[in-house]
Structure formats: structure tokens, C-alpha cells
């Protein structure tokens, strides 16, 4: 079962039917007590990252995800929620998750941003979220901040934007993706089901639910800023 968490920002449900569209299992949850359930956790977000971290603190959401992480669940974070991983983020100086030690940075004057569309990963070096697909495959990017973390050796893989920044980070079974897998095709689909197979999840059996977006109103912002 993929915990995809609720961040207040964005695109968790299209995350949520991109899993539906490989039959693998997954849920939306907003409480702890639900991410203290979970087999594998996927942390989405688009958005400015102090609301993402005020929504994610005012429900304790954040350290669940901590917990969870320490207890060596499969994770997979995407855009937004890669970048929380690290320690700060310049935009309004917020302090992230503090996962790894690092600083997200905006991208320099003279780029345009936001950085959106279709652009290239380089592998560093192999890793199961990239079994069978190649270095520099293309993917969707949304973002106008990239993660630096202080250790290169997590750095799996880089795009070129102006000059080359971190999009893959791995450290065991956990990855973060600069960009949205969601919105990427055969390769993002391909990148999810990877990660499936790495958490150990099953296909959903014929006729099972996933929960489907709901009308309910979203609180967070929904603008590509990370």
C-alpha cells in the first residue's frame, strides 16, 4: 500500500491515480496516525514550502514522516517534497524536515522561472527507481528552487538548467525526484512502478478502491513555486 501524505500543496492525487493506473494500492492520509501505518511513504508537493511545512507541523504530519523514515519505510519524495528533506530553504528562510543537511536554493537571475517542461536526467550512478530507464531520459519539471545537499555522494542524479543541479537524491530506499514522475509518461510511470517493486507492493486485486479526489477545499498553495 503506497501512504502518499497530504502536504497542503498540489498534486497528491494525481499521484494517487497515476499508482491506480499501474494497479498498485495507494491512500491519501492527512493524519499521523495513518502515516505511522504505512508500508511505503510517498511525500508529493507544488508550492511554497513554508506553507507546505506549517500544514504538514499543525497536524504533526512532520514528524510521522520523521518516524517513518527512521523506521527504514520505502520513500519516494516528489518536487516539493524532495526538497523538505533538507535542512532549509531560501525561500522566506524556512527550516525543512532536516532529513539530510543541505539548503534549497533559487535558481540564479538571467533563468527564467519557473523551470517548466520536458528535461533530461543524468545518472550519476544506478539505482532500482531507475531500473530500465536510461541516463538522460526525459521528465517534467515544475520548480524555480533545486535541493543542494552538503553531501554530493546522495546526489544520484542531475539536469541541466543554466548549469547542472541535483534532480535525483538516494540514500538506501529513500529517493527524492526534482520532477513530477506523475506527469512524465512511460518514464514517470515506469520510475513508480520501480518504486512499488522496491516497497514490496502488490497489484491491486480486481475491484479494490482507491480513494479518488474529493471535493473537499484545499488549504495549501497549488502555483509550481518549488
Excluded at 504505512?38 to 511525500?43: I, P, R
Excluded at 504533526?60 to 528533506?85: N, S, T
Aim: a neutral charge.
Amino acid at each position: 500500500m503506497m501512504t502518499i501524505v497530504d502536504t497542503g500543496a498540489g498534486n497528491l492525487y494525481s499521484v494517487a491515480r497515476a499508482f491506480k493506473a499501474l494497479d498498485v494500492p495507494a491512500r491519501v492520509v492527512d493524519r499521523p496516525e495513518e502515516v505511522e501505518q504505512a508500508e511505503a511513504v510517498v511525500l508529493p508537493g507544488v508550492g511554497a514550502a513554508g506553507a507546505a511545512m506549517r500544514f504538514m507541523r499543525e497536524r504533526g504530519l512532520d514528524e510521522a514522516v520523521r518516524a517513518a523514515l527512521k523506521r527504514g519505510l520505502p520513500f519516494l519524495g516528489i518536487c516539493l517534497g524532495m526538497q523538505l528533506l533538507l535542512s532549509s530553504h531560501e525561500e522566506g528562510d524556512v527550516t525543512g524536515l532536516d532529513v539530510f543537511p543541505g539548503r534549497v536554493r533559487r535558481f540564479p537571475d538571467g533563468l527564467i522561472v519557473p523551470h517548466m517542461g520536458w528535461n533530461q536526467v543524468q545518472q550519476n550512478y544506478e539505482t532500482p527507481l531507475f531500473e530500465g530507464i536510461p541516463s538522460g531520459a526525459y521528465f517534467y519539471f515544475v520548480h524555480s528552487y533545486y535541493a543542494e545537499p552538503a553531501d554530493a555522494a546522495l546526489v544520484a542524479g542531475q539536469t541541466d538548467y543554466g548549469a547542472p543541479y541535483c534532480s535525483v537524491i538516494a540514500a538506501g530506499n529513500l529517493w527524492g525526484v526534482q520532477f513530477h514522475p506523475e506527469k512524465s509518461g512511460a518514464n514517470g510511470l515506469r520510475l513508480l512502478r520501480n518504486f512499488a517493486k522496491v516497497a514490496g507492493a502488490r497489484e491491486r486485486p480486481k475491484g479494490a478502491r482507491v480513494r479518488e479526489p474529493g471535493s473537499r477545499k484545499r488549504s495549501g498553495p497549488e502555483a509550481g513555486q518549488c
